[in-house]
């Protein structure tokens, strides 16, 4: 069983433990006494049961485990043990006895009780706080734990009409008088109350645990940080104008949708350039009213033109203009996309492609396919048309770019083909593989190389979503039929061949940790169920700090049920290795990759590109729910917005 799978089992046992637990009390109270020991009989197996799937889940990580050892089981072990030592003598006596005793067992009740409220807490904890246990929160936990059982001895306490009209007397029941009771009451409060303002204290910028001293240097302001403004020895500047406005655009399905656009397309106009080329384009925004910018996806540009409203710029409001200005020094396929309220902005339109072919004179026979998908209204779309004639021969390349915030699945019937590279870079010694299926990250590129067959070749999305045909003919016939649901991903880290990168053995500088989950954080000054990091939502988690030069290393781990596209701006990523098991094949460089639910993945990459970048999920509503944070380097400011400019502590 994956870890993903570890973890679900583990939220089912842990609601059915808490919910034996309520069912042996309630049943209790009720004087249902054979019922209340089978059902204690059924709390003790499943906590049992809680306890071995903490232990499988503690082989996979400590991560995954932290606040079930630190709180949730010792507090449900305690509570437990307590309702079974106190509890079952006391069941076994009333089972056999030969009168069914006239009134509740008060004690046996609070025991029982005490323990689900210990068992519900742990989940709660797991659920809606997660990683990493704070002091704060265990002690919000045992105050929750304490004002539960206060609540149920003051219950128990009330007197009881028996049969006769009479008050019943139990002598075991707690006799709690008002003062004790409120101030009793008073000093759980106070557990809350301290937990609740450690809970809020801000924490400091994550240093990585380096021991590195950063390098002397003047201090750079965002301004200072923009592109060349000359190409390349004999190369030219390409200039583009970007306008951003409300427009009426017709699918390829022929439906019509109210989008957000760039010149009134979707995508918008392809940006292309030879490697050296300056590229120079001006984002004009006609109406666009929450803003507009533009951010070079995977493209790693001088940080002032990165696009980032608030940290790299200030956004471009209706009526006013931008201009971005970089050398294009890296052939390969990009895209680019609005960086300010992204995740409504690019899903309804304001999006295009960017590539930069090599200067090598290339195959002047070859057909180069640029392929944006994109879905809207629930629709999946591939971009550039859905027919197109290759004679037999021809060398053909589709550049495959996931603009959407979720994977996308990808097969190529009818021939053999290499992924020549990934995420714009290529990759080294691809094979030709088939019937093979390719999974494609949100924001990721793939580009497909193969010589045309005499037949018709299939480039197929989502089973059947989506198609482009192409056909060495016009009357060709379509490719034998296959069964693609059933072809296996390609796996990356396995494909291609093996090449030294100095890099990849480098002693880190600095290791952060990025744990990805949902809980109850702040989110833009708002209390919300994120998507967090480290327990924290934008912009409360804390700037990671590095220094020019420093070898980086990011261990990234998904305690959620869900897929988190990770993100970094202006560097790609070596990736070293997923769930322990080291990268074989290819050095894979990637700026997008997929963290799958329970997956821990570790990269590694050289701050070679000063300025405050952002580093986010890349499916774009959990960006704005929260999962988003700054890698800094040491010395440089912005003037500008600063919305992520809280948040303070050591990483490790």
Same mark, same amino acid.
């Given at each position: 069983?994956?870890?993903?799978?570890?973890i679900?089992?583990?939220?089912?046992?842990?609601l059915?433990?808490?919910?034996?637990?309520f069912?042996?009390?309630?049943?209790?109270?009720l004087?249902?006494?054979?019922?209340?020991?089978?059902?204690?009989?059924v709390?003790?197996l499943?906590?049992?049961?809680r306890?071995?799937?903490?232990?499988?889940?503690?082989?996979r +990580?400590?991560?995954?485990?932290?606040?079930?050892?630190l709180?949730?089981?010792?507090l449900?072990?305690?509570?437990?043990?307590?309702?079974?030592v106190i509890?079952?003598t006391?069941l076994?006596a009333?089972?056999?006895g030969a009168?069914?005793?006239?009134?509740?067992?008060?004690?046996?009740?609070?025991?029982?009780l005490?323990?689900?409220?210990?068992?519900?807490?742990?989940?709660?904890?797991?659920?809606f706080?997660?990683?990493p246990?704070?002091?704060?929160?265990?002690?919000?936990?045992?105050?929750?734990?304490?004002?539960?059982?206060?609540?149920?001895?003051r219950?128990?306490?009330?007197?009881?009409?028996?049969?006769a009209?009479?008050?019943?007397?139990?002598?075991?029941?707690?006799?709690?008088?008002?003062?004790?009771?409120? +101030?009793v009451?008073?000093?759980v409060?106070a557990?809350?109350?301290?937990?609740?303002?450690?809970?809020a204290?801000?924490v400091?910028?994550m240093?990585g645990?380096?021991?590195?001293?950063?390098?002397?240097?003047?201090?750079?302001?965002?301004?200072?940080?923009?592109g060349?403004d000359?190409?390349?020895?004999?190369?030219?500047?390409?200039?583009?104008?970007?306008?951003?406005?409300?427009?009426?655009?017709?699918?390829g399905?022929?439906?019509?949708i109210?989008?957000l656009?760039?010149?009134?397309?979707?995508?918008?106009?392809?940006?292309?350039?030879?490697?050296?080329?300056?590229?120079?384009?001006?984002l004009?925004?006609?109406?666009i009213?929450?803003?507009?910018?533009?951010?070079?996806?995977?493209?790693?540009?001088?940080?002032?033109?990165?696009?980032?409203?608030?940290?790299?710029?200030?956004?471009?409001?209706?009526?006013?203009?931008?201009?971005?200005?970089f050398?294009?020094?890296?052939a390969?396929?990009?895209?680019?996309?609005t960086?300010?309220?992204s995740?409504? +902005?690019?899903?309804?339109?304001?999006y295009?492609?960017?590539?930069?072919?090599?200067?090598?004179?290339?195959?002047?026979?070859?057909?180069?396919l640029?392929?944006p998908?994109?879905?809207?209204d629930?629709?999946?779309?591939?971009?550039?048309?859905?027919e197109?004639?290759a004679?037999?021969?021809?060398?053909?390349?589709?550049?495959?770019?996931n603009?959407?915030?979720?994977p996308?699945?990808?097969?190529?019937?009818?021939?053999?083909?290499?992924?020549a590279?990934v995420?714009?870079?290529?990759?080294?010694g691809?094979?030709?593989?088939s019937?093979?299926?390719?999974?494609?990250?949100?924001?990721?590129?793939?580009?497909?190389v193969?010589?045309?067959?005499?037949t018709s070749?299939?480039?197929?999305?989502?089973n059947?979503?989506a198609?482009v045909?192409?056909?060495?003919?016009t009357d060709a016939?379509?490719?034998?039929?296959?069964?693609?649901t059933?072809?296996?991903?390609?796996?990356?880290?396995?494909?291609g061949?093996?090449?030294?990168?100095?890099?990849?053995?480098?002693t880190a500088?600095?290791?952060?940790t990025?744990?990805?989950?949902?809980?109850?954080?702040?989110?833009?000054?708002?209390?919300?169920?994120?998507?967090?990091?480290?327990?924290?939502?934008?912009?409360?988690?804390?700037d990671?700090?590095?220094?020019?030069?420093?070898?980086?290393?990011?261990?990234?781990?998904?305690?959620?049920?869900?897929?988190?596209?990770?993100?970094?701006?202006?560097?790609?990523?070596?990736?070293?290795?997923?769930?322990?098991?080291?990268?074989?094949?290819?050095?894979?460089?990637?700026?997008?990759?997929?963290?799958?639910?329970?997956?821990?993945?570790?990269?590694t990459?050289?701050?070679?590109?000063?300025?405050?970048?952002?580093n986010?999920?890349?499916?774009?509503p959990?960006?704005?729910q929260?999962?988003?944070?700054?890698?800094r380097y040491?010395?440089?400011t912005?003037?500008?917005?600063?919305e992520h400019?809280?948040g303070?502590?050591?990483?490790?």
């Amino acid at each position: 069983m994956t870890t993903a799978h570890w973890i679900l089992v583990d939220h089912a046992v842990a609601l059915l433990c808490a919910a034996a637990w309520f069912a042996a009390g309630i049943t209790m109270s009720l004087r249902r006494i054979g019922i209340a020991l089978a059902f204690l009989a059924v709390a003790l197996l499943l906590t049992v049961a809680r306890t071995a799937s903490v232990v499988v889940l503690a082989g996979r +990580g400590w991560w995954f485990v932290q606040e079930k050892v630190l709180l949730g089981l010792p507090l449900l072990a305690v509570a437990g043990l307590a309702a079974a030592v106190i509890t079952g003598t006391r069941l076994r006596a009333q089972v056999t006895g030969a009168r069914r005793p006239e009134s509740r067992d008060g004690t046996s009740v609070v025991a029982l009780l005490t323990a689900a409220y210990a068992a519900l807490a742990g989940f709660v904890v797991t659920f809606f706080v997660g990683y990493p246990l704070t002091l704060g929160t265990a002690l919000i936990a045992v105050a929750v734990v304490l004002a539960g059982i206060l609540l149920t001895m003051r219950v128990l306490a009330a007197p009881e009409v028996g049969a006769a009209g009479k008050q019943d007397a139990d002598p075991d029941r707690s006799k709690v008088s008002r003062r004790r009771f409120f +101030g009793v009451a008073s000093g759980v409060i106070a557990l809350g109350t301290g937990g609740a303002g450690l809970s809020a204290r801000p924490v400091a910028s994550m240093a990585g645990g380096g021991d590195r001293s950063p390098m002397a240097r003047t201090a750079l302001s965002m301004r200072d940080l923009r592109g060349a403004d000359t190409p390349a020895p004999g190369c030219v500047r390409r200039e583009y104008v970007l306008t951003a406005r409300k427009s009426t655009v017709r699918l390829g399905t022929g439906r019509d949708i109210d989008a957000l656009t760039f010149n009134g397309t979707v995508p918008g106009p392809p940006i292309t350039a030879d490697q050296g080329d300056l590229i120079e384009v001006t984002l004009v925004n006609a109406d666009i009213d929450d803003g507009v910018t533009l951010h070079w996806h995977g493209y790693d540009v001088p940080c002032g033109e990165d696009g980032a409203a608030g940290v790299t710029q200030d956004v471009v409001r209706p009526g006013d203009e931008f201009v971005y200005r970089f050398r294009a020094d890296q052939a390969g396929t990009y895209w680019y996309h609005t960086h300010h309220a992204s995740h409504i +902005g690019v899903r309804r339109g304001l999006y295009g492609t960017l590539v930069v072919k090599p200067r090598t004179v290339l195959d002047a026979g070859q057909l180069d396919l640029t392929l944006p998908v994109h879905t809207f209204d629930g629709t999946a779309t591939i971009g550039g048309g859905a027919e197109y004639l290759a004679p037999a021969g021809t060398s053909v390349r589709l550049r495959l770019i996931n603009t959407d915030s979720e994977p996308h699945r990808f097969t190529l019937a009818g021939t053999s083909f290499r992924v020549a590279a990934v995420d714009g870079r290529d990759l080294h010694g691809p094979g030709e593989i088939s019937l093979t299926a390719l999974r494609l990250a949100a924001g990721g590129r793939y580009d497909l190389v193969f010589v045309m067959p005499s037949t018709s070749v299939t480039l197929t999305l989502d089973n059947r979503a989506a198609t482009v045909r192409l056909r060495p003919e016009t009357d060709a016939p379509d490719s034998e039929p296959t069964d693609i649901t059933q072809w296996s991903d390609l796996d990356l880290l396995s494909y291609g061949s093996p090449a030294p990168v100095a890099l990849r053995t480098a002693t880190a500088d600095r290791h952060f940790t990025l744990v990805l989950d949902r809980g109850l954080a702040m989110v833009d000054g708002t209390p919300a169920y994120a998507h967090t990091v480290n327990g924290r939502g934008h912009p409360s988690i804390p700037d990671q700090l590095v220094t020019e030069g420093d070898v980086v290393r990011f261990t990234i781990v998904n305690r959620s049920l869900e897929i988190h596209p990770w993100h970094l701006h202006g560097h790609p990523v070596l990736i070293l290795s997923r769930d322990g098991i080291p990268s074989s094949g290819s050095p894979l460089w990637v700026d997008t990759f997929d963290v799958e639910p329970g997956q821990v993945w570790e990269v590694t990459f050289r701050a070679s590109n000063p300025g405050i970048w952002m580093n986010h999920c890349h499916n774009l509503p959990h960006a704005h729910q929260g999962m988003m944070l700054r890698l800094r380097y040491h010395g440089v400011t912005t003037p500008f917005g600063g919305e992520h400019t809280r948040g303070m502590s050591h990483g490790h």
